[in-house]
Structure formats: structure tokens, C-alpha cells
């Protein structure tokens, strides 16, 4: 048999059940209110633009730079070595240190120098005292000859006897001067100015003997010299694009600026000049060789130091530069986001070309003047579409002034004609 509810039973559970729903309902209410636009700001008054680092493009003429692995060397290296033979009594220079053309370096015993000098010397005035009795005689045969008091034979072999004496006084002047150059190669001084190196032999050591020993090498390495190759195929693909308009020579091409960044990555503060390029390709590597000549006044850079060489080439004209972060590359196209005069941002399909310190080389798309947005894209993202934007001047990171696109900084590129690739990252990735 069923047993019905009881009344209060019944009344007790319908009350639970509104109790719940009321309960239920304030939930829902009070997310609602939680959930409400925080960007409202109080009655009656609207909420500012937000602000949105831009730059401001300005055409003009920017720099291809083609970035090459170079290797220093010393503008001029000399050996030192013994061109006497004998035995090394000194060293008069320190190590490392900076020498000038005519230094003193190292002492070899001069002695038995010395003692042939004064020999020949000897040998020299015994063939003077000759000389002058020879002259002598054959001046004094020179009357008597006329007054036939000597044969004729007697007065030639009088002269014969003079420049015979003559000839042994040149001789001897000969082995004196040779003594002195001998003596003089006792004292070995340094051919060049410049740095020497360690020294390759000690007080002690017997040098010169049947060949000369090599004692030290000073390099000179103010100005240094950097040699770098090029590709062949590079060069040529430039000389296309310059024939055919798109790019054009560099000022000052024949002595171009090089610069040089070191292994560390950072820039070498002062700039060299192109001196010549090979005009043979290398047939096994297809490379053609160039050298530069760098101001190294402190001595930072060092022989057979490798390097990157930054070696203007060509210029194109009307183009611009941006900062990387402000152009999104994707397998559409590369776009940037233009800021109009009444605030509203739209986008902007652009041709981009190679990049440097940062910054892309824009070939085409942008007109001067215009403001292309760096950074607060996040703000975008929370605002309506179409809201208006206040544009304040970009400021670089760790930079004082406002940032702006300056119209003559440097492109470095592999292939001149030849934009650089990079990976494709959304502008708002970039900003962050």
C-alpha cells in the first residue's frame, strides 16, 4: 500500500526549490555585472585614445651592404735574422713591445769583425804607400824620358807600376768598406716600425752559420689589412641590377667604405677603405679576393683575427627603413600598420628587401610622411575595430630620442638583388 506525502513535507520541498532558483538567478546577475565592459569609465565621460608607438617614413638613398668573412693581416711583416755569424752576447728589446726602423735588437760578439776591419784598413794604407812611391817614380821618369836618359821601356813599366798601385788602393778600399758592413751586421737592428714578437733565440746561442737565423718578426699593424672573398656570381647579379636601374653604384666606389664586426659580434668603432678587387676568379672556388686597409691606431686588431666585413657596393634609391617589429611577415606578404590623420589604423601590404641592425629595407608600398605603428599592438587587440589611436613618437629601447626611420642607414645582404628571408612572426609577437 502507498503512503502519500505528508502536507508540510510537500510545502517544506517547493520552498527549497524557489529558495534555489532565487539564489540561482542572483549568481547570474552578479557574473553579469562582473562581466561588463571594465573600459567604461564614469558617467559622461569617454575613455582617451590609446597611444601607439609610430614612425614617420622618409625616402631616401640606403646603403646595400654585403656581409663577407675576412681575415686580418699586418700591413707589413719583417723577419729578423743574423747576417753575422757569431755568437748572441745581448737582447735589447722586451717582448711584445713596439720597435721603430733602426732599433738595436740583438748584439752579436763583433770581435773577430772588429779585427778584420782593422786589417783592412792596414791592407789600405800599405797600398797607398805604394801608390804615392809608384807615382813617384813614374813622374820622375818623365823628364829624363824627353832628355832620353831612360828607355822608353824603363818609363812604362814606371806607369804601369802606379795604376797597378792604383788598383790595389781600390781594393783595399773595398775590403774596409766590406769590414764595416760585416762589423755593422754584429748590431742587428730592426727593419721596419712596428710589433715585435717573442725572440727565437737566447743570449748564448751561436747564429749565422751557413745561413741567416731567423732571431724575431716585427709586424706592422697600424694600418692593418683585412683580405675577404666575394662570389663571383654575386658580383655579377649586382651588375644586372645596376644595369638595369634598380640599384646604383655607391659613391665613392672605387675607395668604399668597409666596415668590420669582430668575433664577439660587436662593431669596429673606425671604418676602412676598399683598396683594390681581384680582377681573376679563382677557378677552383669561384671567389673572387678583395682587400681593405683598417685604422688600428690602439691595437685592438690582431694578425690572423677572422672577421665580418660590411662592404658597401650599391644603393637604392627612394627607400625606406623600418624597425623590424613594426612589419608582420607571413607567406602572404609582409604588411605594416598605417596610422591615419584621423587616428584610424589600417593595413598595408609593403615590399620588403634585405635588413640591418634591425631594421627592414622597404623597397615599396609606403609614401613619405606617413606613420607606420612599432608597438602597442596589444591595445588593438582590446579595442573595438576601427577605434581611433593617439600616435606618440617611437622610442627605441635604451634610446633617448624618439625613434624615426632614417633614410640613409645600411642593408646588408647576401646577394645584393636578393632580399633576406626571415621567419614569419606577427607584429604583436614582435612588439612584446
Known amino acids: 500500500m502507498s503512503v502519500s506525502p505528508s502536507f508540510p513535507t510537500v510545502r517544506l520541498a517547493r520552498r527549497t526549490l524557489a529558495v534555489g532558483s532565487i539564489s540561482l538567478l542572483l549568481a547570474l546577475a552578479a557574473c553579469g555585472k562582473s562581466e561588463a565592459p571594465a573600459a567604461k569609465g564614469p558617467p559622461g565621460k569617454a575613455m582617451p585614445a590609446p597611444e601607439v608607438g609610430v614612425v614617420t617614413v622618409q625616402p631616401g638613398n640606403v646603403g646595400l651592404v654585403t656581409e663577407l668573412p675576412g681575415r686580418l693581416e699586418a700591413s707589413r711583416v719583417a723577419q729578423v735574422r743574423a747576417r753575422a755569424a757569431g755568437i748572441v752576447q745581448k737582447r735589447l728589446f722586451r717582448e711584445g713591445s713596439d720597435v721603430k726602423a733602426g732599433q738595436v ?142 640599384f646604383k653604384k655607391a659613391q665613392g666606389a672605387g675607395a668604399a667604405s668597409v666596415r668590420v664586426v669582430l668575433e664577439d659580434g660587436s662593431d669596429y668603432p673606425q671604418a676602412g677603405r676598399l683598396l683594390f678587387s681581384d680582377l681573376t676568379v679563382d677557378p677552383s672556388s669561384g671567389q673572387i679576393t678583395l682587400r681593405a686597409e683598417i685604422p688600428n691606431p690602439k691595437g685592438n686588431l690582431l694578425p690572423g683575427l677572422y672577421v665580418r666585413v660590411q662592404l658597401e657596393q650599391a644603393q637604392i634609391s627612394n627607400a625606406i627603413t623600418l624597425p623590424q617589429q613594426a612589419v608582420t611577415r607571413s607567406a602572404q606578404g609582409d604588411t605594416v600598420m598605417v596610422v591615419a590623420a584621423d587616428g584610424k589604423v589600417a593595413p598595408r601590404q609593403i615590399k620588403v628587401g634585405s635588413s640591418q641592425n634591425s631594421q627592414w629595407v622597404v623597397l615599396d608600398g609606403l609614401q613619405a610622411g606617413e606613420q607606420v605603428m612599432v608597438d602597442g599592438f596589444q591595445k588593438l587587440q582590446m579595442m573595438p575595430p576601427g577605434t581611433p589611436v593617439k600616435a606618440v613618437p617611437w622610442k627605441k629601447v635604451g634610446a633617448g630620442a624618439p625613434g624615426t626611420a632614417p633614410p640613409a642607414a645600411s642593408a646588408s645582404t647576401a646577394g645584393a638583388a636578393t632580399p633576406a628571408s626571415a621567419p614569419s612572426e606577427p607584429a604583436s609577437a614582435a612588439a612584446k
Open 105 to 246: 735588437l740583438f748584439q752579436i760578439d763583433a770581435a773577430p769583425y772588429a779585427a778584420a776591419l782593422q786589417s783592412a784598413e792596414a791592407t789600405l794604407a800599405r797600398a797607398q804607400a805604394n801608390l804615392s812611391q809608384a807615382a813617384s817614380l813614374a813622374q820622375r821618369y818623365k823628364p829624363l824620358l824627353e832628355a832620353n836618359a831612360v828607355s822608353q821601356q824603363e818609363y812604362a813599366n814606371a806607369v804601369a807600376a802606379q795604376k797597378q798601385a792604383e788598383a790595389d788602393v781600390a781594393v783595399g778600399r773595398a775590403a774596409v768598406q766590406t769590414g764595416r758592413i760585416n762589423l755593422g751586421y754584429a748590431s742587428v737592428s730592426a727593419p721596419i716600425s712596428g710589433r715585435i714578437g717573442r725572440a727565437l733565440v737566447t743570449e748564448g746561442a751561436l747564429v749565422g752559420q751557413g745561413e741567416a737565423t731567423p732571431l724575431a718578426v716585427i709586424q706592422q699593424i697600424d694600418p692593418m689589412y683585412v683580405n675577404f672573398t666575394q662570389s663571383a656570381g654575386e658580383v655579377l647579379k649586382l651588375r644586372k641590377a645596376m644595369e638595369s636601374g634598380q
